[in-house]
């Protein structure tokens, strides 16, 4: 039947009661037909499938989703909560070990039973629910109705049709999973590994009702082609997978509901709405299995497009009300969709961790999405916290992770916090003055185990600004003499490390705040100088300067350069040595394909493109000396295609490794300006992350690390050894013993310098 063209009546708002139309009737689209029809609106919904058709199982839903149900619609959050299953416990099982962790509050329902509730909740208040029917077009329906709802799932025809407005980005994953079910109900959230003889398995289970569970089983594509369920039908591959994971199963069986091995496929767009048509659920985002999301998601879509809606119920306002239920939404979904691709990430990289300590990999998976983090868990189940930190080294229930020492070489950390290499452009003709004096002393007498200077270059012309510092004339090893003394003295305890660099093809440019990036004026006079680089790429084509590509004899003359910069910092009595090989500086640009072009032994393939900074390594282990540590700064991705891939990136920090550098630190990009970071709290470190793993290396883990909360984590999931923080000690250059004060802790590992005693407790800040 077609619709009826578009008219009105008063409604609840204080507007026109509009025409709504929902193309799919999933969970999100069926809640938001019903709260928009509660608003006096008149609502027809289109289905493809049959009233009681339903894919999966169970779904999980969050307290805070319950408590929007609950404020929005309490029919529909009454019917729910007669319906689920709560439990707070999650059981990880590891080389047959099971590790409980509580107190973590879980309710959860058949999807049958949900679409059901929703069902009736929709006919109760006059919805058309049109079932078993061809999916309209959203975009013709939107002629003839004030609002359009496309909730038409994952595989959106009414996104593919408008993809020129919603402009999506899809991603598959790199792994294979299939939704099953068994006839029990688990009782804890389960997961499972499975180390088979084709590699690596898991299996996610949880109850949905007293008794059946949902179960979830996940393996690596390459995984899953050696083990040949690539070639089995649903019958048997729940046959089989029942028989890898027989007794997380108690010996039963598995059995599927249309079920199929499929990637996860996450779609992010641009643009949510066209028009009066909108995108809702898995038709606009996609979040990850492994963090219960996609109901959960959908539904909270519902709830905001229909306050959107209340607060602009008139039909004129309709492009109005989906922008603010955009505006709404998109935050809370990008921060959803961040922690579900980490959480995705991680167990794509499963076999990387099953090796770790029964207790650490069970943190390592709980904190896996960064949402739960080490202070999360310890209100949740401090005992298990507790055990997680003994086997860390943790002397005490009073000394954080951050707090424990850390040996390299010949030197010992008092604690895991390191002060990150950061570059103040304030050096007259390379030489460090009292603004580099007050800066490092400051952060040292802050409590960190290790200050970092900035990028010491080790010429002239290897310089990033006309502000930055150096150490290739003894003016400059004095003023650098002055500082570490000052340091060693004033802030016993705290080491002091050098990073050496040379800026390559990134150099004469201007300083930070006068235009990042931006090259100094060209011509005589202007402080212009010429630039070298492994090829002639500039920087920023059309706007930088092309350097020279270095010819083999040049490399010794470099080579030289640095061994005689760190001959002159072991005189001024730097405790570490950092050689900088990553944001695209020289010897980095040696390292990625996208700035090395280079056809003779130093250019082509990965170990090739090693050749040099190896080089440069070698020969300045050889000068530095041997008590003393080294590490090397390595960019673990360009953030562009054709980059340093994570496999490279693997074998540059084992190539290090084996030359004797003793930690690697991660960062990322800077490597070329067409970079398109994947910005986030705490995004590098999973780069750091698989590098340890999969090495036993060592790492410094770098980008956006803000909290004591995520350096202990990080640290207690063995994710890094030290952790490295710049702009918040900028904002704070007492960050470290304030993390300390934060957590009562008052050892060793972060005394407070005697003058500064009095401040050791926040002052008051009123009168009560």
């Known amino acids: 039947m077609p619709p009826s063209p578009r008219s009105g009546h008063p409604s609840g708002g204080g507007g026109s ?81 099971i590790l409980t962790s509580g107190g973590h509050g879980f309710a959860a329902l058949g999807r049958r039973r949900l679409l059901e509730i929703l069902h009736a909740r929709c006919a109760e208040l006059g919805v058309r629910l049109r079932f078993h029917t061809r999916l309209p077009a959203a975009q013709a329906l939107g002629a003839t109705y004030d609002l359009v709802i496309a909730a038409d799932g994952v595989h959106s025809a009414t996104r593919e049709a408008g993809a020129d407005t919603f402009r999506p980005r899809l991603d598959t994953g790199r792994s294979r999973y299939i939704w099953l079910a068994a006839d029990f109900a688990f009782d804890a959230f389960r997961f499972e590994i499975a180390e088979t003889e084709h590699g690596v398995m898991q299996l996610h289970g949880y109850p949905y009702c007293a008794d059946a569970s949902t ?118 979904v990008a921060s959803t969709q961040r922690a579900a691709a980490a959480s995705m990430r991680w167990f794509e990289e499963l076999a990387g961790y099953v090796d770790q300590p029964p207790r650490q990999f069970a943190f390592n998976l709980l904190t896996r999405s960064r949402r739960v983090t080490h202070g999360n868990l310890r209100l949740r189940d401090e005992r298990f916290t507790r055990a997680v930190e003994q086997d860390f080294g943790c002397p005490d229930p009073a000394t954080p992770p ?27 003709d390379g030489v460090p003055g009292d603004l580099h004096l ?132 072991a005189g001024c009595g730097f405790d570490l040595l950092e050689l900088h090989c990553a944001h695209g500086y020289l010897l980095s640009g040696f390292l990625s394909p996208l700035t090395n072009h280079r056809t003779d032994a130093y250019g082509g393939s990965p170990a090739a493109r090693m050749r040099f900074p190896l080089e440069v390594f070698d020969a300045v282990r050889e000068v530095w000396p041997a008590d003393r540590p080294m590490t090397v700064r390595i960019s673990a991705t360009d953030w562009a295609p054709g980059g340093t891939s994570a496999e490279e990136a693997v074998a540059i920090a084992a190539a290090f490794a084996a030359h004797g550098a003793d930690a690697i630190d991660v960062s990322t990009g800077q490597v070329v300006a067409e ?94």
């Open 17 to 97: 009661a509009m025409k709504v139309a929902v193309v799919g009737g999933g969970p999100g689209g069926l809640y938001a037909a019903a709260l928009l029809a509660r608003q006096g609106h008149r609502v027809e919904v289109w289905e493809a499938n049959a009233a009681d058709d339903t894919f999966g199982f169970g779904v999980v839903l969050s307290d805070e989703t319950l408590g929007g149900i609950e404020r929005a619609d309490t029919e529909v959050y009454a019917a729910l909560s007669a319906e689920f299953v709560r439990w707070d416990d999650i059981d990880v099982v590891h080389r047959g070990r």
């Open 215 to 332: 179960v979830i089983v996940e393996m690596r594509e390459e995984v899953w082609r050696a083990a040949g369920l690539d070639l089995c039908d649903e019958a048997e591959s729940a046959s089989r997978c029942a028989k890898t994971f027989s007794e997380a199963l108690r010996g039963r069986a598995l059995h599927g509901n249309r079920s199929a091995w499929t990637a996860f496929r996450t779609v992010v767009n641009d643009r949510w709405s066209q028009g009066n048509v909108t995108l809702l659920g898995d038709a606009a985002h996609t979040a990850h299995f492994s963090i219960g999301s996609g109901t959960k998601l959908a539904v909270e879509d519902a709830l905001a497009l229909a306050e959107a809606v209340r607060e602009r119920p008139d039909p004129a306002d309709v492009p109005a009300a989906l922008a603010a239920y955009e505006a709404a939404r998109r935050p809370a």
């Open 402 to 428: 951050m707090f424990t020492p850390y040996r390299l070489r010949g030197l010992t950390l008092r604690n895991r916090v390191v002060v990150s290499p950061m570059d103040i452009y304030s050096a007259t």
């Open 438 to 569: 007050v800066h490092l002393g400051a952060r040292a007498l802050g409590g960190a185990g290790l200050v970092m200077t900035e990028m010491v270059c080790v010429s002239a012309e290897g310089r990033i600004t006309p502000g930055c510092t150096g150490l290739y004339t003894d003016e400059q090893a004095a003023a650098w003499t002055r500082i570490a003394d000052f340091v060693h003295t004033s802030a016993p305890g705290t080491a002091l490390g050098v990073q050496l660099g040379h800026a390559g093809r990134k150099g004469s440019t201007r300083r930070m705040w006068e235009g990042m990036d931006e090259p100094l004026d060209a011509g005589a006079g202007t402080g212009n100088w010429p630039l070298v680089a492994a090829s002639p790429l500039p920087y920023r084509p059309g706007l930088s300067q092309v350097p020279h590509e270095l010819g083999v004899a040049e490399l010794a003359g470099i080579r030289a350069l640095f061994t005689d910069a760190a001959a002159r910092a």
């Open 675 to 768: 970079e398109e970071p994947e910005y986030g709290r705490s995004y590098q470190t999973p780069y750091a992350d698989r590098i340890r793993n999969a090495l036993g290396v060592p790492v410094i883990a770098v980008g956006a690390v803000s909290s004591w909360d995520d350096v202990n984590s990080l640290l207690l999931a063995g994710r890094a050894d030290l952790c490295a923080l710049g702009r918040p000690h900028l904002y704070d250059p007492h960050w470290t013993l304030h993390a300390a004060a934060e957590q009562d802790y008052a050892g060793p590992a972060a005394p407070w310098p005697a003058p500064y005693r009095a401040g050791s407790r926040p002052p008051p800040t009123g009168r009560g």
